[in-house]
C-alpha cells in the first residue's frame, strides 16, 4: 500500500499515470490496452496504474452503454492486476459497490459528482483502499479539504484528489491550473486531461470532446506540478462504447508521455 501511495517518488522522478479504458468493454480490448500501456511505462519508468470502470453509472440516455455485468468486468480488471502485477482502479457509485469492488482493485475512484456524498466517501474509506476522489466540476479546489476529511477521519489516510475541470457555462468545463497546487497540500493530486475535455449535456444526449487539446492540457498540467495525469485510452476511440469522443487514440499515446517526460525532468532541475 505504501508503495502505491508513493508512485510520485521514483527514482526516475517522473509523474505517475493512470490510463486505460472509459469501461470494460471485453477481456480482448483491455488487455490490448492495458499490456500496451505497461510495456511503453516500463521502457519510460513511468509508474503505471490501469483504470476501467466496470459499470457506468452517469450516462446521459437509457440507451447509453454501461457495462458488461459488474461481476464479469470487475474480474477482468483483476486478472490485469494478477497477470500484469500493476495496481488497478475503477469507479464507485455507492456505498453498497465499496465492499465489492474492493475485492478486486487496489484503488477506489470516487466520481467528480459524487465527492460530497458522506455516505459512500466513509464506506470507501473504511475498505482500506486508495482513495481518488475527483473534484466535484462544481467545486472549488478549496472546498476539496472537506472531502479529504471525511476519508481520513474515517481511518484511512491513503486518499489522494484528481481535476477534471469546472463547469463553464452548460456545455464545456474549463481547468484552473491555480486550484492543482492548493489540492496538493491536502493529497497528492492528479489531473485528469481527457475528461476535463469532454462537453457534457449535447442535445445528442452524447457527450462531446475536445481530444485535440489533450497534448496541451497535459503539458500545462506537468509544468504546474501535478503528481500524477489521468488518461483515458483506446486503440480505435471512434468505436470505443463510452467517452470516446474525449479519448487519446493508443498509438498516440507514448509521444505524448516522453513529451511530458522533458517537461518534468525541466522542472526538477
Known amino acids: 500500500m505504501e508503495s502505491l501511495i508513493q508512485l510520485k517518488h521514483t527514482h526516475s522522478g517522473n509523474f505517475f499515470l493512470i490510463a486505460g479504458p472509459c469501461v470494460v468493454e471485453s477481456e480482448e480490448n483491455v488487455f490490448e490496452i492495458a499490456c500496451t500501456i505497461k510495456e511503453m511505462t516500463d521502457r519510460l519508468q513511468i509508474p503505471f496504474i490501469f483504470k476501467a470502470s466496470y459499470r457506468k453509472a ?10 458488461i455485468g459488474d461481476i464479469k468486468a470487475l474480474e477482468i ?3 490485469v492486476k494478477d497477470r500484469l502485477n500493476i495496481p488497478v482502479l475503477t469507479d464507485v457509485h455507492t456505498a453498497e459497490e ?4 474492493a475485492q478486486y482493485v ?8 459524487l465527492c460530497r456524498q458522506t455516505d459512500l466517501l466513509i464506506a470507501a474509506a473504511k475498505t482500506g483502499k486508495v482513495i481518488n476522489i475527483k473534484k466535484g466540476q462544481f467545486l472549488s479546489a478549496e472546498a476539496m479539504q472537506f472531502a479529504v476529511n471525511k476519508v481520513k477521519d474515517s481511518g484511512n489516510n491513503h486518499v489522494w484528489l484528481t481535476e477534471r475541470g469546472t463547469t463553464f457555462g452548460y456545455q464545456d468545463l474549463v481547468i484552473d491550473y491555480r486550484g492543482i497546487p492548493v489540492m496538493r497540500n491536502f493529497a497528492p493530486t492528479v489531473l485528469d486531461i481527457t475528461h476535463s475535455l469532454q462537453q457534457p449535456n449535447q442535445a445528442s444526449g452524447v457527450t462531446g470532446g475536445k481530444p485535440e487539446l489533450i497534448e496541451t492540457v497535459a503539458k500545462a498540467g506537468i509544468a504546474v506540478g501535478v503528481d500524477g495525469i489521468f488518461i483515458e485510452t483506446h486503440p480505435n476511440p471512434a468505436v470505443a462504447l463510452s467517452d470516446g469522443a474525449n479519448m487519446l487514440k493508443l498509438d498516440r499515446l507514448e509521444s505524448l508521455l516522453i513529451k511530458l517526460i522533458k517537461i518534468r525532468k525541466a522542472i526538477n532541475e
Do not use: E, H
Not at 98 to 101: G, K
Not at 106 to 113: E, R, S, Y
Open 98 to 101: 465499496c465492499a465489492l469492488a
Open 106 to 113: 487496489d484503488v477506489l475512484q470516487i466520481p467528480a459528482f
Open 77 to 79: 480488471i483483476k486478472k
Open 58 to 67: 452517469n450516462r446521459s440516455r437509457l440507451d447509453s452503454f454501461s457495462g
